[in-house]
């Protein structure tokens, strides 16, 4: 089974411009997630998708981020315009719909650096 | 709301001998939790988790936890560590939001080191 798959993987960019992230999850997991880990905290929900909608993103800061899912299966994740706080590791996750405790499978992440 | 403390930032242990990293929680409700490994420049994979039942979880690469409701503790534990365990652990713990769906939080992480 092929796992969650993420582009690019490393990017760096000045603060002011835009940059998008791609994710990929296995396939038929109706969840995805969008996380932000700064380094040397845990990984933040920004964003979670039920399918194409979204369910959760509470944490998002929607005046800078955007995400979307269309057609429930691929994702991407917008900064715009990017920040010097922005640096970080975009994880994306997916998992398999029901269940009690289901398992997230993460990705391989997209390491911002913004200067 | 939920949470998860992860108390220890490093821990050190020498190779062969047993390890254990700690976490402690606070959920309402049933608690479900995890735990997961970072590998340097890699996502994090997943190691065990608790729903429900035996105290003791088995997970993977010979790791296990131990659920105590009492203390709210779900520590991990190795009773042999490797050089290869040296990684980030991260304890999560589930529960919904308020439309109803899972939601994961995770600690801040404690990074173990195997010294040969």
């Known amino acids: 089974e092929a796992g969650v798959a993420q582009s690019p993987r490393y990017k760096i960019i000045e603060k002011r411009q835009s940059v998008a992230f791609w994710c990929n999850p296995i396939?038929?997991?109706?969840?995805l997630y969008w996380y932000q880990q700064i380094l040397g905290q845990g990984p933040k929900l920004l964003i979670q998708?039920?399918?194409?909608?979204?369910?959760?993103d509470s944490q998002l800061p929607k005046d800078r981020f955007s995400a979307e899912r269309l057609k429930g299966v691929d994702s991407t994740l917008k900064i715009q315009p990017a920040k010097l706080e922005d640096s970080a590791v975009y994880l994306c996750?997916?998992?398999?719909?029901?269940?009690?405790?289901?398992?997230?499978?993460f990705g391989p992440g997209t390491r911002l650096t913004v200067l | 709301a939920q949470s998860v403390a992860q108390p220890e930032d490093q821990v050190n242990v020498a190779e062969g001998n047993p390890l254990t990293v700690k976490c402690t929680y606070s959920?309402?409700?049933?608690?479900?939790l995890f735990w997961y490994v970072q590998y340097p420049n890699r996502g994090l994979q997943f190691l065990l988790k608790?729903?429900?039942?035996?105290?003791l979880v088995k997970g993977s690469y010979g790791f296990e936890a131990e659920f105590n409701k009492s203390q709210t503790s779900f520590h991990l534990k190795k009773p042999s560590a490797l050089v290869s365990d040296s990684a980030l652990y991260f304890c999560?713990?589930?529960?919904?939001?308020?439309?109803?769906?899972?939601?994961?939080?995770f600690g801040t992480g404690t990074k173990l080191q195997v010294i040969p």
């Open positions: 608790y729903i429900t039942g035996d105290n």
């Open positions: 999560a713990v589930r529960d919904r939001n308020s439309g109803g769906y899972q939601k994961v939080t």
């Open positions: 998708f039920q399918n194409n909608g979204v369910v959760d």
């Open positions: 996750a997916s998992r398999t719909p029901g269940g009690r405790g289901d398992t997230q499978y």
């Open positions: 396939s038929g997991h109706a969840t």
């Open positions: 959920v309402s409700g049933n608690p479900y």
